[in-house]
């Protein structure tokens, strides 16, 4: 194979991926920060990353099936296409306010179920591109394009409703979709093939169950997976209420600005957990990621001022390379190759219930509990009030100093994990994947 000639193929797909994925993070931003603004109610927010996220969850397994039965290229540009039809329903008035009536649900639902469909089999395209020396380069290419909607959307997104319309972000989203779909189509035309790993037909059940069969081999790959499940809950948590909480005292374009630069971290993340993995364990480069993460958590928003969100944002940030590196390879040394689209997509359905479960929450958690707390008069205004403040986005303050808490008790059952000690003795597999879709 010609190394240069393949990583070629593979950096024009990673190039088009990344374009959509910057879209969509646009347009995920802006609605969530448009509809907070107009109702004041971190639910209303929260509930369009549910609606942004739950189809694109239940549909992975069945996707994962469809990854390893049918050209991978194919799948992505029907998916690319097809989102870019559905998105321009958020274009067409339907009389309610944008965001929150049906027809806005119903777009978001399409697109995250398109976008469910094409993630397996992009991921798994890697091993058709790329050959095996070259993994790890582009595992570390497809962590950029999972950060690309928190560190290049966020920024782009608050500048653009700063100066124009939430209209003009959607149809830049629709503009990203085609231009991918119509190059993924150059590569198809190009001869570039991703053909399915097995030409044998199984009943779907049967293709499902070997993909989770090959996930509960091993004890570890278990206890990691609902470890990282729960680690993802707390993430999803800063997801759909780190804008509610910077809106309480700053502008939409500062709150752009600020998770932008929160996000560099994982840039700098990236080139750390390359150099760590050759100096620790994954177990202990896992645990000391999650401490980090941990203690940064419970700073982020300690006090109302960009700062204090910007700093311990950035080292939040930071640490997830590192989670994200050291998880995947110890599952991935740890499964076969064969049945490559559907483990990951059992792999993301599994770890992502607890992303369901935050997104779910968030609302409930933020507006029922938490604010009403640490508003002037609430019951704990008086006590934890002297250390969070009191005000609208002083109880989401309160909530994340809980949940960094919560990621270091995670980090203390990783370390005392024997199951997961033992997944390192293990000889590689040479399969790449990725956990987490930020």
């Known amino acids: 194979m010609n190394n240069r000639s393949d990583m070629s193929r593979f950096l024009t797909l990673w190039t088009l991926e990344m374009l959509s994925s910057i879209g969509s993070g646009l347009t995920v931003f802006a609605l969530t920060a448009y509809v907070f603004t107009n109702t004041g109610r971190a639910g209303s927010s929260s509930t369009i990353l549910l609606v942004s996220f739950l189809p694109s969850f239940l549909i992975r397994p069945f996707a994962g099936v469809l990854a390893d039965r049918f050209n991978r290229l194919n799948i992505m540009i029907f998916g690319n296409a097809a989102s870019a039809a559905v998105m321009a329903l958020l274009l067409i008035p339907s009389g309610g306010t944008l965001g929150t009536d049906i027809t806005s649900y119903s777009a978001l639902a399409g697109i995250s179920l398109l976008g469910g469909v094409m993630n397996p089999a992009y991921k798994a395209s890697v091993s058709d591109l790329v050959p095996p020396s070259l993994y790890s380069r582009a595992a570390g290419m497809n962590q950029m394009v999972s950060g690309a909607p928190l560190l290049l959307s966020p920024f782009a997104a608050g500048f653009m409703m700063a100066h124009w319309s939430i209209k003009t972000i959607l149809i830049t989203d629709i503009i990203s979709f085609l231009i991918a779909a119509s190059g993924i189509s ?180 933020s507006d029922r509990v938490f604010i009403p707390l640490l508003m002037p008069g609430g019951s704990l205004a008086p006590s934890l009030g002297k250390i969070f403040g009191t005000g609208p986005g002083r109880g989401i303050a309160a909530l994340f100093s809980l949940s960094g808490a919560g990621v270091c008790l995670l980090a203390l059952r990783v370390y005392r994990s024997s199951s997961i000690k033992k997944l390192e003795l293990t000889e590689s597999f040479g399969q790449e994947g990725v956990l987490y879709d930020l």
């Not at 293709?207 to 707390?234: P, Q, Y």
Request: charge should be neutral.
């Open 186 to 365: 150059v590569l198809a035309q190009a001869g570039v093939s991703t053909p399915a790993r097995s030409p044998e037909r199984k009943p779907i059940s049967r293709e499902l169950s070997e993909g989770l069969n090959e996930i509960r081999k091993k004890d570890g790959i278990g206890t990691l997976v609902i470890l990282i499940s729960g680690i993802l809950f707390f993430t999803g948590l800063i997801q759909a209420l780190l804008g509610p909480m910077v809106l309480s005292f700053t502008s939409v374009e500062q709150l752009g600005v600020i998770q932008s630069l929160c996000a560099t971290g994982i840039l700098l993340g990236a080139v750390l957990s390359g150099w760590i993995g050759g100096h620790l364990s994954l177990r202990c480069q896992l645990t000391g990621a999650l401490v980090l993460a941990g203690l940064a958590y419970s700073l982020m928003g300690l006090q109302e001022t960009a700062v204090m969100v910007l700093v311990p944002g950035f080292f939040f940030f930071l640490a997830l390379p590192s989670i994200n590196t050291a998880a995947e390879v110890l599952i991935r040394n740890n499964t076969e190759s064969s049945a490559q689209g559907r483990v990951w997509a059992f792999v993301g359905f599994l770890t992502f219930t607890g992303t369901l479960l935050a997104f779910g929450s968030a609302g409930f958690l």
